[in-house]
């Protein structure tokens, strides 16, 4: 079946420094939709991406779908406290597929 | 405007007892999921349901059984309750297949 596999699994950062989780997908994806889930909390939709290749922000978030729609990238630039939290990849494997799939997840810590 | 609601929040079960957890959305959404999250494992799919009256089993459907007789309802059904479904249940809607998933506040389950 699909796999989906992010990294890091954990990340800590100094406040004001980059983070960046990588998402990869043992079959091409149709999408792949980020989620933030914070301590305690469940997981919030952040974005979705359909294109190869396609790029979109938000902010400071950064967002990026592979060229052969196998990975995707998050990269946050100059974290804040307010970014802590896991954040998540999920897919839909090919157009047939109904099941969304989702990552392990990367723990992010911000240390003030 | 309530989202998606799951009910208990928290439930303490012993072995061998059976228990629904219960989910419902107001939104008027097809597609509907139930996840379990364990710690470090990220969101596992149980089953899922893109209409009233059909369901599809995920990535781990052993020990549990759902319906879809509404669209609006989703109950999880958990059968001579074993430790290893210790777990935070998740239940999950979208209007379509390629749309972001609305998720409730979770139900924290512990087997004893």
């Known amino acids: 079946g699909q796999q989906v596999m992010q990294i890091p699994q954990y990340q800590h950062v100094q406040e004001g420094e980059d983070f960046t989780t990588y998402c990869n997908s043992s079959t091409t994806l149709s999408n792949i939709q980020w989620y933030k889930q914070r301590p305690g909390g469940h997981p919030v939709f952040l974005i979705q991406l359909v294109k190869s290749g396609e790029v979109k922000k938000q902010k400071r978030l950064t967002f990026q779908f592979g060229e052969a729609k196998k990975n995707s990238s998050l990269h946050i630039t100059a974290t804040q406290t307010t970014d802590v939290g896991t954040y998540f990849c999920a897919g839909h494997s090919g157009a047939g597929s109904y099941q969304l799939t989702f990552g392990k997840g990367t723990k992010l810590s911000v240390i003030p | 405007n309530a989202g998606v609601t799951q009910t208990p929040k928290f439930r303490i079960l012993k072995i061998g007892q059976s228990m629904t957890l219960q989910c419902a959305q107001d939104m008027n959404h097809n597609y509907m999921y139930w996840y379990r999250q364990d710690p470090g494992m990220g969101l596992k799919l149980i089953y899922y349901?893109?209409?009233?009256?059909?369901?599809d089993k995920g990535e781990v459907p052993n020990g549990y059984n759902v319906s879809r007789s509404t669209t609006e309802d989703f109950p999880l059904r958990l059968e001579l309750a074993a430790p290893s479904q210790t777990s935070v249940y998740f239940c999950?809607?979208?209007?379509?297949?390629?749309?972001?998933?609305?998720f409730g506040q979770g139900t924290r389950l512990t087997v004893v």
């Open positions: 349901s893109v209409g009233a009256g059909i369901t």
């Open positions: 999950a809607s979208s209007y379509a297949r390629n749309t972001e998933a609305f």
